[in-house]
């Protein structure tokens, strides 16, 4: 069974960092394309960065020149450096991951449990 397993979540005063990493475990043949989202009170899902299997990396504007995303192929973790944090980062942060059981085979999205930001005023 696959899952993803966030951690590094916390309170954080503005203008300090945090680091959140993610590990997917069970029987994959390839992570793909390994990401961060997150989700404010009242507010939709929103996409932070993704990173794809290369490296190629990808950000909201909100996170361009204070996040940095890596992963790690060998240990199947994907991290998010988070620096210059503002109140209006606080949301949970959601790791997925697009993988596939087999060569050749179908990409199947999964998420991780999430984990709480929060940067107060």
């Known amino acids: 069974q696959v899952q993803l397993v966030e951690s590094g979540g916390g309170l954080v005063q503005p203008g300090g960092s945090l680091r959140l990493s993610c590990a997917a475990t069970?029987?994959?043949?390839?992570?793909?394309?390994m990401g961060w989202y997150r989700q404010a009170p009242g507010k939709e899902r929103e996409l932070v960065a993704t990173?794809?299997?290369?490296?190629?990396?990808r950000y909201a504007d909100s996170a361009k020149g204070r996040f940095a995303i890596s992963r790690d192929n060998a240990k199947n973790t994907v991290h998010l450096q988070m620096n210059s944090l503002k109140p209006e980062d606080t949301a949970v942060y959601y790791c997925?991951?697009?993988?596939?059981?087999?060569?050749?085979?179908?990409?199947?999205?999964?998420w991780g449990q999430g984990t709480q930001v929060t940067v107060p005023q």
């Open positions: 997925n991951a697009d993988l596939s059981f087999y060569e050749l085979g179908p990409n199947y999205r999964y």
């Open positions: 990173i794809t299997g290369g490296g190629r990396t």
């Open positions: 069970g029987r994959i043949f390839s992570l793909n394309v």
